[in-house]
């Protein structure tokens, strides 16, 4: 963004107050950013509790709230009573990569420790836009410790945003949803081979066709609002990107034959009666390294189902 005159108002105790909207700032305090990842825990855990979407809809934003919400809501069907097995979520070892930027959204980067999932680490990427916001995860994805980048950061320790129309990477960050989606259907060299592309595209043409069962797919880029990519320069000159996808998945059955019953969550979230078909709709965040140069490599990805109709 193009900077500007940064306003000055006095206020009536004499105090002055800048109106920073366009003056390049750190996104947020190191202090503000541990309280933002407490209380989107607490939020998440009361409302995995008691399977209560609107408990934590104002902490979740983008492909998480998509995906969480369905996740409530299909428990809320199944349980009404709440989450019989609830454990609640705990991060530690929390470390906040905040880039300087100007303008809105501010976002940064919080990566814990989590007592689920296995080793990995817990990339929550919180984004508001405004002051008077709250804080919310538009990103949660899950990856090996080895494979956190180091970040460039100036000499008091701020990060740097990439913008989505950077150039001098192997994909701009602002393509990264459409060439992902592109790729899971038609293949290429964009993205290094891994269990989200090749071995995803291997699993989803040995299920396309079975007998009695035909199964197409199709991907879509989510790029506009809340799902816009955000990216971090690394260390080596590249960028980690944080980016959405949305997924179809249609199951066909030939004549005599039935589609497979799904399990009890899908079946909460499916509207229609499933007679010969049935479209599942899925929402997926990913986290990527897009080099300075070679292939894209998909970190970590978290979908999950946001609808099903039957037919």
Known sequence: ????????????????????????????????????????????????????????????????????????????????????????????DAKFTIPEKAGWPRWFLADAAGNKGGSVRWLLVFTRGGLDETWEVAYLTLVAPDDVPEFRTDRDGWAEAVPADTGGLAVEPGELSEEYAAYLETGGDAFAEGPHTSAWRALREKKSSRPGLATQYIDEPLTNGDHAPLALRTKDGGALVFFATRHFEKQTAAAGASVPTPNKDVLALTTGEIRQSLTMEFVSNEVALDPAEGAVEILGRVQGLTAAKGE
């Open 1 to 92: 963004m193009a900077a500007s005159v940064t306003a000055l108002s006095l206020t009536a105790s004499g105090c002055v107050v800048v109106h920073g909207e366009r003056e390049v700032l750190p996104a947020t305090t190191r202090a503000e950013a541990a309280e933002a990842l407490r209380e989107f825990t607490a939020a998440y855990n009361a409302a995995d509790k008691a399977y209560d979407a609107s408990l934590d809809a104002d902490h979740t934003t983008g492909a998480l709230a998509a995906i969480d919400a369905a996740r409530l809501k299909a428990g809320k069907v199944n349980s009404p009573e709440g989450n019989a097995g609830h454990t609640p979520l705990e991060l530690t």
